[in-house]
């Protein structure tokens, strides 16, 4: 079964810039909504942003706002998640997930309704960002 791949986690000193990608081959991110999640140690799993494939649509957690932004390209079946001004609050494991049900929300709905799990259909692996002087 296909699966997207996240890349380009690492460590970075708080302040700092870091941009992780999510490789989503063998699907049509134009019928997608393309969402990131991160998951801390000893808390539960949140959604930080989301993408629609088609038009572009999207939504932030009040957390990340400003200073995230998620883009993609079609073509590359690719997704961004460009996070600038890091935080150790920022230091969790990134996962990317792809859903039918968010793709077709109205634009006008409330972001939160984009980051309900159950409705995310494919999930990454995951990868590690770690925010620490």
């Known amino acids: 079964q296909a699966q997207p791949v996240e890349s380009g986690g690492g460590l970075v000193q708080p302040g700092e810039s870091l941009t992780i990608s999510c490789t989503a081959s063998?699907?049509?991110?134009?019928?997608?909504?393309i969402a990131w999640f991160r998951q801390a140690p000893g808390k539960e799993r949140e959604g930080v942003s989301c993408?629609?494939?088609?038009?572009?649509?999207?939504y932030y957690a009040d957390s990340v706002k400003g200073r995230f932004t998620t883009s993609r390209s079609n073509a590359e079946k690719t997704v961004y998640l460009q996070m600038n001004n890091l935080k150790p609050d920022d230091t969790a494991v990134y996962y990317c997930?792809?859903?039918?049900?968010?793709?077709?929300?109205?634009?006008?709905?409330?972001?939160?309704?984009?980051?309900?799990?159950?409705?995310?259909?494919?999930w990454g692996q995951g990868t590690q960002v770690t925010v620490s002087s």
């Open positions: 993408i629609k494939g088609s038009d572009g649509t999207t």
């Open positions: 997930a792809l859903s039918v049900a968010v793709a077709a929300m109205p634009r006008t709905g409330p972001a939160t309704n984009a980051f309900i799990e159950p409705l995310y259909d494919y």
């Open positions: 063998g699907f049509n991110l134009d019928i997608y909504a």
